[in-house]
């Protein structure tokens, strides 16, 4: 593996300061390798993310698959059904709502502002 080097960021907002670690780029990734990833459904930017960035040596980077994300079931439809939004549901679950909770506790709609008052 490639030698880390301590890198710093700063926030550009409050100025906090952390360490982090970068892995040099000077890694070649042979021919033979992108065309194994290629056939693995591996992009050249994934490929290149997990050997440059997270340091996977390219055999695995090539031939591991991608993980596939799982979305929510069918709660998202169930809570459009309840006359819930998706968006609405998403950030329940966000804020660590069980997935019931979520598709059936109604969307409390006083606390929301009427933008349709006049002044």
Same mark, same amino acid.
């Given at each position: 593996?490639?030698?880390?080097?301590?890198?710093?960021?700063?926030?550009?907002?409050?100025?906090?300061?952390?360490?982090?670690?970068?892995?040099?780029?000077?890694? #070649?990734?042979?021919?033979?390798?992108?065309?194994?990833?290629?056939?693995?459904?591996?992009?050249? @930017?994934?490929?290149?993310?997990? #050997?440059?960035?997270?340091?996977?040596?390219?055999?695995? @980077? @090539? =031939?591991?698959?991608?993980?596939?994300? #799982?979305?929510?079931?069918?709660?998202?439809?169930? @809570?459009?059904? =309840?006359?819930?939004?998706?968006?609405?549901?998403?950030?329940?679950?966000?804020?660590?709502?069980?997935?019931?909770?979520?598709?059936?506790?109604?969307?409390?709609?006083?606390?929301?502002?009427?933008?349709?008052?006049?002044?």
């Amino acid at each position: 593996m490639d030698e880390l080097l301590p890198d710093f960021f700063r926030c550009p907002c409050c100025g906090f300061q952390a360490e982090q670690l970068a892995i040099k780029n000077d890694l #070649v990734i042979t021919p033979k390798v992108y065309k194994t990833a290629e056939k693995n459904g591996i992009s050249k @930017a994934h490929l290149e993310e997990r #050997v440059k960035r997270y340091g996977w040596n390219q055999e695995d @980077a @090539a =031939n591991k698959p991608i993980r596939k994300k #799982v979305k929510h079931g069918d709660w998202p439809k169930r @809570a459009e059904q =309840n006359g819930i939004p998706k968006g609405t549901f998403y950030q329940r679950i966000k804020w660590g709502w069980t997935y019931e909770r979520a598709v059936l506790e109604p969307v409390d709609k006083k606390r929301r502002p009427d933008i349709h008052k006049s002044l």
